[in-house]
């Protein structure tokens, strides 16, 4: 069945630092996929998405590129800031319900 | 415009009670879906509901339930609850004929449940 997996946290960087963080996944076909962002003690809200291959979300200085000959989509910031401390989920459309990832914690440290 | 909207942010449950949670979609939504998110761990679909009616069901068993209602808000119950049960459990929306296609969800803040 369809899954997406991301590289394991907790991420530690300090303010200014580069940002990746992993995804891939595992589909039929060519779904949708997410970046969703969890900030401590609120619900999940939509980063970015990419809706086909060769798309490229893009949001608040963040970027992913839906690669589909690596099945990646994986996250980027060229600058962090400490306000980009949170949960980061990669999920994929499966139908009308997302399949997410387990999450990546990042801090990002002053 | 009100986001999702979940009842109660907390609430504390013993083996073998129901409980029942509640969500209000976003203004102009019209179908609702449920995860489970344990601690640590990304959201597991529970269920949807459109038009009243469950949609599309993950992986959970029958204790687990859900309701829909004709202004769209909706409500989960869980029966015979587990300590395994203990979670955030998130409700989320979005009107369907964008929903099915993109899959693009608005969540509620949760409902933490813990199961003693």
């Known amino acids: 069945g369809n899954s997406v997996t991301q590289m394991e946290g907790p991420v530690t960087l300090s303010e200014e630092a580069f940002l990746t963080i992993n995804c891939t996944y595992t589909a039929t076909g060519y779904p949708s996929l997410f970046w969703y962002v969890q900030y401590p003690g609120e619900g999940l809200q939509l980063l970015l998405k990419a809706t086909k291959a060769d798309d490229k979300g893009s949001n608040k200085g963040f970027e992913a590129t839906y690669r589909k000959e690596t099945t990646s989509f994986h996250l980027e910031k060229g600058s962090v800031q400490v306000s980009d401390s949170a949960v980061y989920f990669c999920a994929l459309n499966q139908g009308g319900k997302l399949i997410f990832g387990q999450g990546t914690e990042l801090s990002v440290k002053p | 415009d009100a986001g999702v909207t979940q009842s109660p942010t907390h609430l504390i449950k013993t083996r073998g009670q129901q409980v029942t949670l509640r969500c209000s979609p976003k203004?102009?939504?019209?179908?609702v879906s449920w995860y489970q998110q344990a601690l640590g761990q990304g959201p597991q679909f529970i269920f949807q509901?459109?038009?009243?009616?469950?949609?599309q069901r993950g992986n959970f068993p029958d204790r687990f339930s859900g309701h829909q209602f004709p202004n769209y808000s909706s409500e989960l119950n869980v029966n015979a609850l587990l300590l395994g049960d203990s979670a955030l459990y998130l409700c989320?929306?979005?009107?369907?004929?964008?929903?099915?296609?993109?899959?693009?969800?608005?969540f509620g803040e949760g409902s933490r449940l813990t199961v003693l």
């Open positions: 203004s102009g939504h019209d179908t």
């Open positions: 989320a929306s979005t009107l369907v004929g964008t929903g099915s296609t993109t899959g693009e969800l608005f």
């Open positions: 509901y459109y038009e009243e009616e469950e949609r």
